[in-house]
């Protein structure tokens, strides 16, 4: 049976890997110090509980460790290695820790950057401009995680900020320019923000938009019911 879960778990497991496309496996304890594992959160909002434990008070989510195994996963201070097969056992009083600081800590609810890694918003006319467009844009595929991590960790700096992001995998996205006609079918990825109010990640969007050679770069707006728009940048 399908409950939603409390904001706070919300924004905690919008900042953690998907174990699939739409969903995340985690495990659940409840305040009468019992716990289930391996259930399904659909969209980091709804969670499939046994029918028997619908109206339990649910007091700690952490990620399934069998279905992160082989990942790390950095939450509110602490670092559980999931290749460790005695996590649940061996690390439940920090995962408790780690949950009660969630509960605790009111987190914004931060967003979602989707852009492509190949350069044609701003692309120069001719030959030379199309070779120099494309040499950028495999350099922009290979080196995507260090431009990230460079331009939203300044921006962080200069705010003050202390927060995480998670960098997606490239996939195929595609974009109509209704000005030209033209249909984009182009390598994108995706960058997921917690912890942030969405002016920051609207500021990040911007930075990453003019790093990669982007007109527009879509957002979504985890706060505001996943609104999702262009943004200009």
């Not at 007091?59 to 999931?82: I, Q």
């Not at 967003?111 to 120069?124: M, P, Q, R, Y």
């Not at 120099?132 to 990230?148: C, D, E, G, I, W």
Request: glycine content about 6%; hydrophobic content about 40%.
């Amino acid at each position: 049976m399908k409950k939603a879960l409390a904001q706070k778990w919300i924004d905690y497991l919008v900042a953690q890997p998907e174990s699939g496309m739409g969903y995340q496996r985690v495990d659940v304890q409840f305040d009468n110090s019992s716990s289930v594992r391996d259930c399904v959160v659909f969209n980091s909002e709804q969670i499939d509980l046994p029918d028997d434990c619908i109206n339990k008070t649910i007091v700690g989510v952490c990620l399934n460790k069998k279905a992160t195994k082989g990942e790390k996963m950095e939450s509110f201070g602490l670092t559980y290695d999931f290749d460790n097969d005695d996590f649940i056992e061996s690390s439940l009083e920090e995962w408790q820790v780690a949950n009660r600081i969630a509960a605790l800590t009111e987190l914004p609810a931060g967003g979602l950057i989707v852009l492509s890694t190949d350069v044609n918003a701003k692309t120069e006319t001719g030959l030379k401009g199309w070779i120099k467009s494309f040499l950028k844009s495999q350099m922009q595929r290979l080196f995507k995680t260090k431009m990230v991590d460079e331009a939203v960790k300044e921006l962080m700096k200069k705010k003050g900020i202390t927060s995480g992001w998670s960098i997606g995998n490239l996939f195929r996205g595609r974009y109509y320019d209704s000005s030209e006609d033209k249909l984009y079918n182009e390598k994108s990825f995706s960058v997921k923000i917690a912890g942030v109010d969405f002016d920051f990640v609207k500021k990040a969007a911007k930075a990453l938009g003019k790093k990669f050679g982007q007109k527009q770069v879509l957002l979504v707006d985890y706060a505001n019911h996943n609104r999702t728009f262009l943004l200009d940048t």
